[in-house]
């Protein structure tokens, strides 16, 4: 269970820490579940009950939680749950019959996109939605070659864990992906737009060098596992022009910045003023209940759809469709994501005002939060940021870190979080903060 | 929307025959889903309700479901949606946080399996567990050819996709990927076991002669899609042998046998008395709630599993994990796997019994039933079965049709199918045929 190459993993040497309960839990769970799985913290927890920004483990503690985007409207949303149980007490079948509520939510998920991107195709999680990517990006160019940045994380099918570098070196790239930094506003310092689109020019060549033609450049428009880039705004413009030059498509991989997280927009893509080829989601789009989808142009859809069938048994079920369109709801009702934004704004200058000097960026967009975590030589300093991750986790409250140096805060909180939770986590982190600096 | 390598599928030619309503819902899918859907019926059908082994259109009119297998406890069945509710309303979370319920499920679930087959992969699709077993089966035997029948069906991610051959020419099966012959008694009229061994063997050989070592055979073990296939019981014991000998694995494919459909026993290849190394599973699983798996031997998993990790955000979830636990109740409190042998028993008989020419064979295990449709010469008529599919579709009785000739029905009701329901299908299915034939 021990995996160097996964930031904020719990490790064999963590086992006697625990308390004897736990003990028994992990083993159980080593003797029962495939050795593929891996818990977080030094400490795992425990959670019995959820509700909106809140977990609670056994004894009744209540953690904080910053990290779990998934139920984004908030843990246990009753409207979402509502849906969910109304719609499966009626009917939940599949989509090859027909049926008016998957239309109507299809309709109202386009109306949010750019008006090019007007067709769906709904799977049931993100890595499914972006393997289908790939092979509409396939029909649609001839092409076989990847462009991924290097800490990319897309998912885990074959397909598509072939170019999701994060999941570690024991994990093999395909032989058709090539990987790009990712654009760093705070490392590079210089115009990150410019120097991101010539090194996928770079790649194009490559691939190309070696009889590839590129298929695609696929970046989460977040860059969630790279360590949460999302400025300057616009960054991403230059890159997506270049890989259209060379006859491929650009994709948004809206799987963690979608849905009204960053803020600013209902998709990170947005930010950058771009429209993709192909967009895909998941995460949040049913707060928890298995949905995703790839959207797209249906000129890009057609060469493979045409040709090939593609049918998700669960995917854009009525049940599934009920708590999409729950989370819609939430967040326009609620203005979830205006709220992203302001909580974001107030909780990234309250981080910054901690003037802790181990702090060496905050950044990110509406409630998707990196801090960068660097050494007094501004260094970065993983070994301190996974002391805080736990620091964190003993003072309930959630988080993890990400990015190539593993020294980057993620702060992800469901989109409900709001002022006061922002002050409660300001205060926790400049004290663990304080304890370990 | 035409699509002639997939059977029972609606197609443009039949457009003009739909009410205006039925054309407006079906413009409206080819205006906002992508390409690659496909309705089911030269006259699609609509539901908005479903109880049991019923569904009900806008009209209120009750069909008799003889074909969907996922809502395997009954449509919208009371104690799986309060299960879900339940959990729902308290927490869903993810595998990363320990959940003892997620431990009681697992250890449920491989008491069901032989003692060897002891560890979990939980994952949203019966795709993604077949996609994970394809990469454990390349880290354990480091091949990379794999064998399936003719016309399987294993899923839809892009790996999955390439042994997928039942997806149709357009969608290309891998270098690395050999087909053989279904064993089919009706047809073969021989040792079956022995012919499909040794045609696997003639696959392994094929793999080695260029240079790809065999990294499994999976087979759908009742071979849903070339044509259902049961009989005789232990036909598969001799290719399983093959394929290990050749130092590849043998792999389950339980997806639509698995859950106590057969009526024998909880999985399908019990029936042919063997132990797989892997085993996949999925569809009835959450009877609709997304969930499915990947089990096998520790040691199977243990090379993939200890140096690559696996996560997926919805699988294996609190809520998910309840649904599962509630089918497992429902198949066990009401005894719906000997129910299914004993209703099927009875359907088979009673079909065999209505006499018709046409029927060339009535075969299967428990509620998964195959009817091969023949032409005066004793040879496949797909045309007459895709009158029989569409015929007992207006006479509100659902079932499709399978096979490498497009002539077998494909009878595959909820579990909790009766001998009323038993007796319905058979008189409607005798009257369909007397009109057709």
Known sequence: MNDKAMINAFGQADFSRLSAAEQALVARRERVLGPAYRLFYERPVEFVRGEGTWLFDRDGEAYLDAYNNVASVGHANPRVVAAMTDQAARLNTHTRYLNEGLLDYAERLVATLPSELSQVTFTCTGSEANDLAWRVARARTGGTGIIVTSLAYHGVTDAVAAYSPSL???????????TVSAPSLYRQRDDVGARFAADVRAAIADLQRHGLHPAMLIVDTIFSSDGVLAD?????????????????LF?????????????????????????????????????????????????VLAPFGQNIRYFNTYGGTPVAIAAAGAVLDEIEERNLMLSAQAVGRLLRGDIAAIGNAAIGDVRGAGLFIGVEIVGPDGEPDAVLTGRIVNGMRERRVLISASGPSANV????????FDAGNAEQFTATLAQVLKENT
Chains 1, 2 share one sequence.
Not at 264 to 292: C, E, I, Q, S
Not at 409 to 416: A, D, E, G, T
């Open 168 to 178: 570690g070196a024991a994990s093999p790239l395909g032989a058709h992906v090539r």
């Open 232 to 248: 300057p705004p616009g960054f991403l413009t230059e890159a997506a022009a270049a890989i259209r030059e060379a006859g491929g």
């Open 251 to 299: 994709v948004a991989d809206e799987v963690q910045p979608g849905f009204g997280r960053t803020g600013d927009a209902m998709w990170g893509f947005a930010r950058h003023g771009l429209v993709p080829d192909l967009v895909t989601m998941g995460k949040p789009m049913g707060n928890g209940y298995p949905v995703a989808a790839l959207v797209g142009r249906p000129d």
């Open 409 to 416: 805060l993620k702060i992800r909180p469901p989109m409900v």
